[in-house]
């Protein structure tokens, strides 16, 4: 099973990134796909998810109306398009599905 993120990058307040997740080993349209993010020194917080089949969607309160998570079934791929961004979405973001979890994208907002 690999499950690799990508597409963090420095951005400015205001301002937009889509962040992918990458599945191979298993199917992402069958288990319940998770964003989350960390902070060091603090615990991990659940950002969004998608659930499987229909794909139910959840987001944490600080981010709803600017993040919206998707799924690409053809791709076997789960993105995070956050918009209006701000300095406290900074964090490392991690995609998880089926007890597995990718190495993190840094998504650093800052002036």
């Known amino acids: 099973v690999q499950v690799v993120e990508s597409g963090g990058g420095a951005v400015q307040p205001g301002g937009s990134l889509t962040l992918s997740c990458v599945v191979s080993g298993f199917t992402v349209s069958s288990y319940p796909m998770t964003w989350y993010r960390q902070v060091v020194g603090k615990d991990s917080e659940l950002v969004a998810q998608?659930?499987?089949?229909?794909?139910?969607?959840y987001y944490t309160d600080s981010v709803k109306g600017r993040f919206k998570i998707s799924r690409d079934n053809a791709n076997n791929a789960v993105y995070l398009q956050m918009s209006s961004l701000k300095a406290e979405d900074t964090a490392v973001y991690y995609c998880?599905?089926?007890?597995?979890r990718g190495q993190g994208t840094q998504v650093t907002v800052s002036s």
């Open positions: 998880h599905g089926y007890g597995h």
């Open positions: 998608i659930a499987q089949g229909y794909g139910e969607t």
